[in-house]
Nanobody
Framework: QLVESGGGSVQAGGSLTLTCEVS????????MGWFRQAPGKGREGVAT???????DYADSVKGRFTLSQGNNKNNLYLQMNGLKPENTAMYYC?????????????????????WGQGTQVTVS
């Protein structure tokens, strides 16, 4: 089970930190990540991380967003700075066991992995 939190409404230039709490069986090999979907647009992979600590970010968020995990690897965080109106979207957390790579997972179809219900981020 994945539960996202931390979304909200902020002004452009502001910051938010999203949290994903993961429960259930743990696996030694996995990918986790944040994805988003804006109204009328397709799903976009924002940032992903694997069990070795490798990360992959969308070009549009590099330098502004930072992905991290909790000490027990069951929590995933997305620190978002310098938010822009175009970052407005529903943000989802996902995990996939035994994924090929972080870059593959970030662009993989939504049918792969386990997904949370999402948390809304609105930037005005």
């Amino acid at each position: 089970q994945l539960v996202e939190s931390g979304g909200g409404s902020v002004q452009a230039g502001g910051s938010l930190t999203l949290t994903c709490e993961v429960s259930g069986d743990t696996h030694s090999s996995y990918c986790m990540g944040w994805f988003r979907q804006a109204p009328g647009k397709g799903r976009e992979g924002v940032a992903t991380i694997d069990s070795d600590g490798n990360t992959d970010y969308a070009d549009s968020v590099k330098g502004r967003f930072t992905l991290s995990q909790g000490n027990n690897k069951n929590n995933l965080y997305l620190q978002m700075n310098g938010l822009k109106p175009e970052n407005t979207a529903m943000y989802y957390c996902a995990v996939l066991h035994d994924c090929p790579s972080v870059s593959w997972f970030r662009t993989a179809p939504a049918k792969f992995g386990y997904w949370g219900q999402g948390t809304q981020v609105t930037v005005s």
